[in-house]
């Protein structure tokens, strides 16, 4: 008896298992779409540079920059902009920044003082806290545009990260 009922829970989810593989795994895109709800579909350009920028990257402490972040740490309006990919380090252990910021159309300049708050905050925070030339990047970090993105840099070797980027994101 225990036998059958084995068998026969087997049979019902191998069933099941075959009949979920026939469900649709994603919904087809609306044709109506609001403003406020721009779904933009967006390549993969940013988060891959980012992983070959960080590769060789040494020091400690790195985090990923998201949108919340840049709000509870530097104070950030988030209407800005449509998306943040990058990382930041805690300082510790030096500096190593990449930010990319896509701003929502016609917030263009808003992003851009975003990304000269979070330079000044940096410069501010080693500026008495020179950990490996730290205040010296933070300093000579640039911000600058490439295709959608606003980008901050504050990172040794800036030049091969701007080729880096520049491999990944689209004039």
């Known amino acids: ?86 990382r930041y380090t805690n300082g510790r ?8 910021i896509r701003p929502r159309p016609g917030h263009e300049d808003d992003v851009r003082e975003c990304l000269e708050t979070i330079k000044a905050s940096r410069i501010n925070l080693f500026r008495n806290f020179d950990v490996f030339d730290s205040y010296s990047l933070a300093v000579n970090g640039s911000i600058y545009q490439r295709g959608d993105y606003y980008i901050l840099l504050m990172i040794d070797d800036e030049d091969r990260v701007r080729d880096i980027i520049r491999s990944y994101i689209a004039r």
């Open 1 to 86: 008896m225990q036998r059958l009922l084995l068998i026969f829970s087997c049979i019902i989810l191998v069933i099941l298992f075959a009949l979920q593989g026939f469900q649709p795994q994603y919904q087809l895109p609306t044709a109506q779409q609001n403003e406020e709800e721009v779904q933009e579909v967006e390549g993969n350009g940013p988060e891959e540079a980012l992983a070959e920028i960080y590769f060789d990257v040494k020091i400690l402490g790195v985090q990923e920059a998201t949108s919340q972040k840049l709000v509870d740490e530097f104070g950030l309006d988030p209407i800005h902009w449509l998306s943040v990919h990058g």
């Open 93 to 100: 252990f030096g500096i190593a920044d990449v930010i990319f």
